[in-house]
């Protein structure tokens, strides 16, 4: 009995081949292609979000050195200057009104020419202040300027800029929280003595800033926001976190990092990733988005790959079954017929029919098979006269000695009148010439035999 096991089956090897052949370069281009398009995207992904928030920087920038250079003119107009000292000189009110007029002029002027500019203030912590637009002194009178920490920084910083956050203008008399501004502080000074006489105060449009930010796109859910050095948010679409410190104590880390442009942080458990552009104020435009809005289409290229590959894997499962269908069946068919033929059936012929290497071997069985029977025939042919020439040799040599001896027993037989036993002698004589003329044929039962065996011994 012929057994084949299943690693030795051609179908096995060949469907075993066809998933290698498939598998591997699909696997291996797929990994290749994974890890190519992984980083390329990566770099694009990162580099487009870094010019976008380079460009937001510049843009934003730009708007906050507008306020600076309204600040510069502002602060550097002696006429300005005069009109504060001779407000604290207790001059008369029509001279407190001519100044009051001129003040609100020239800053209404800068005001108009100046898009990003919203309101411009000149405060005294005693005594009148003055502004453009719908300034209110009413408004300013209720609160005490030096407890606003901005205030305050301006003074620390003594003659510089001290930004301070988004926030509703305080003393705008159109109304309360009217409008959104960026305050930037610096104190007025008297250039003869240097000693602080006001504050001058630029209420850049915070609007137009809080518009661009919300124009930035940062994946899905990314978003954009303005934090000092120290990590606390100034600038924010969502208003409820302006003032506050980021939460997030390694966003806030990467944040006083001036080094960190780029940078990958995790919260809740979910990575992000940062990027940062410092602003010219000492600012800091923050973008953060979920890692997996940037890498989520690059998963599902991954998982892509690897359902194709097992889709091909199945595919070279079945391709493999089908030809190895198509080639195994007319060998098991073959196989039979040699099992038959092994066990002495040299009637067994195959009976497949192709053009191919296996077609080729059925028909060269099928004559082996042929020649084989007819070299049989021949050989049990060649050896039945073989043995027929060997007995006539035999009785050749017997028959003379044989015949000689039974007729000289008969003569003297004969001679002695014993006339039985002579005729018993030749009728077993003349059964024997009979039986050995082969009148019956070649073949005789076993009786006959038996009978020609008795007169023989007679």
């Known amino acids: 009995m012929i057994r084949i096991r299943l690693t030795n089956r051609i179908a096995t ?25 992984s980083e390329l995207v990566k770099n694009n992904v990162r580099q487009s979000t870094v010019q976008i928030a380079e460009q937001a920087a510049d843009s934003l920038s730009n708007i906050l050195n507008v306020g600076s250079d309204t600040s510069d003119l502002v602060y550097g107009q002696t006429k300005i200057q005069q009109m504060v000292l001779q407000d604290s000189e207790g001059v008369s009110d029509d001279v407190k009104v001519e100044n009051r007029d001129f003040i609100a002029n020239l800053l209404n002027n800068i005001i108009y020419s100046n898009s990003f500019v919203k309101i411009i203030y000149i405060l005294k912590d005693e005594g009148t202040s003055w502004g453009s637009g719908v300034f209110s002194q009413a408004k300013v009178d209720r609160y005490r300027i030096r407890d606003f920490p901005w205030i305050r920084e301006a003074e620390r ?20 929280n009217t409008d959104l501004v960026i305050p930037a502080a610096r104190v007025l000074k008297n250039f003869k003595t240097m000693e602080n006489i006001g504050y ?6 915070g609007r137009a800033v809080l518009n661009k930010l919300r124009q930035l796109r940062l994946g899905k859910t990314g978003a954009f926001f303005v934090a000092d050095s120290q990590g606390r948010v100034m600038i924010d679409p969502n208003e409820s976190r302006i003032g506050r410190e980021v939460g997030n ?25 940062g990027v940062k552009e410092p602003l010219s104020n000492g600012w800091s435009i923050v973008g953060v988005v979920p890692l997996s809005e940037i890498t989520g289409q690059l ?44 066990e002495g059936d040299l009637n067994a012929r195959a009976s497949v029919e192709s053009s191919d290497e296996i077609g080729l071997i ?97």
Not at 302 to 324: E, K
Not at 383 to 392: H, N, P, V
Not at 408 to 416: A, G, M
Request: proline residues 1%.
């Open 362 to 458: 059925s028909n060269q069985f099928n004559r082996m098979l042929h020649r084989l029977d007819r070299t049989m025939a021949q050989v049990r042919e060649e050896k039945d006269k073989k043995q027929r020439a060997e007995m006539r040799a035999v009785m050749h040599r017997i028959n003379p000695h044989f015949m000689f001896n039974t007729l000289s027993t008969i003569k003297w037989l004969v001679k002695f009148g014993d006339t039985a036993k002579a005729y018993e002698g030749l009728a077993a004589f003349t059964r024997l010439l009979e039986a050995n003329m082969g009148k019956k044929g070649h073949m005789v039962s076993l009786d006959e035999e038996l009978e020609i065996i008795a007169k023989y011994l007679e």
């Open 200 to 205: 001058v105060v630029i209420n850049v449009d």
């Open 13 to 37: 090897k060949l469907i075993a081949a066809l998933a290698a052949v498939i598998i591997i370069p699909t696997f291996c281009i797929g990994f290749f292609f994974y890890r190519t398009s």
């Open 299 to 342: 998963d599902e290229l991954h998982d892509t790959v690897f359902v194709l590959s097992g889709g091909f894997a199945l595919l070279a499962v079945l391709v493999g079954l089908v030809f190895a269908r198509r080639i195994t069946r007319p060998i098991h068919k073959l196989v039979r017929q040699m099992k038959l033929a092994g």
């Open 249 to 273: 104590a390694a966003l806030k880390a990467r944040i006083a990092d001036a080094s960190a442009r780029e940078f990958e942080y995790e919260e809740d458990g979910v990575r992000f990733y």
């Open 157 to 176: 910083l003594d003659g510089r800029l001290a930004w301070t956050q988004l926030q509703y203008d305080k003393f705008s008399g159109g109304g309360d």
